[in-house]
Structure formats: C-alpha cells, structure tokens
C-alpha cells in the first residue's frame, strides 16, 4: 500500500456517520484540567489542584480496598477481581499460569454517553 493509499485509508477511518471529517485530538493534561475547572468555579488553581488530587487518592483508596466509586454524570469506577488463567508468551509461544489479579473497570454513565453521540 502506497503512502496516498494509507492516507486516505486513515482520512476515510477519521470520516463519522455524517461525514464531516473529525481530528484526532490530544488528551487534555492535568494542568489544562485545573485552569478549566479553576474558571468554572471562580476558585484559584491550587485549591483546584488540591481538589483534584485528593479525588483522585479517595478514589484509588477505596478500589484499593475493593470497592467502587459513582461519579454522577461520569461513570462508575470499580475494582474486579480477575480469575487465574492460562496465558502464551508472544515471543516464545510457551504456554504459562498467570495468578489471579485485580484490574480496574471503568463504567461510563449513560449522560456522558448522551453528550458525546449527541
């Protein structure tokens, strides 16, 4: 496949139900996140960053501990426990037991599914 052909391969991926052509864009950073929500609500940008950094260690706390947090509007953020299992070494093929682990899931909520398909 030629470089025009993977373009336009890539351009036609990028194409949504309508049509319209949508850039992949950057994840926003925590710093973007702090000046944003600072302006949302009138508040300064370290108190906001404090905020945020103390969500974010309640909620690794509480999977830690195996339980599950709702953010309204966002999702539901849950610890699942992950039977053990047999699993292959790409590199080798040699087949090997994987011990049982924990992993973190993550359930978007049906608003914030609503809001981004519009």
């Known amino acids: 496949m030629g470089l025009s052909q993977r373009t336009h391969a890539r351009e036609r991926k990028r194409q949504t139900s309508t049509g319209s052509t949508k850039m992949a864009q950057k994840p926003m950073t925590k710093t973007q996140l702090v000046a944003a929500l ?3 609500t009138d508040s300064d940008k370290a108190s906001v960053n ?3 950094d103390a969500l974010s260690e309640v909620v690794s706390a ?3 501990a195996g339980g ?3 953010l309204p509007g966002l999702g539901k953020f849950a610890c699942r426990e992950r039977p053990a299992r047999m699993v ?3 590199a080798t093929g040699e087949q090997m037991q994987k011990p049982a682990d924990r992993v ?3 359930t978007i909520a049906k608003a914030l599914k609503d809001v981004i398909n519009g």
């Open 68 to 70: 599950a947090v709702t």
């Open 88 to 90: 292959r070494n790409p």
């Open 62 to 64: 509480e999977m830690a």
């Open 104 to 106: 973190a899931k993550v």
């Open 38 to 40: 600072a302006e949302k």
């Open 50 to 52: 404090r905020m945020l």
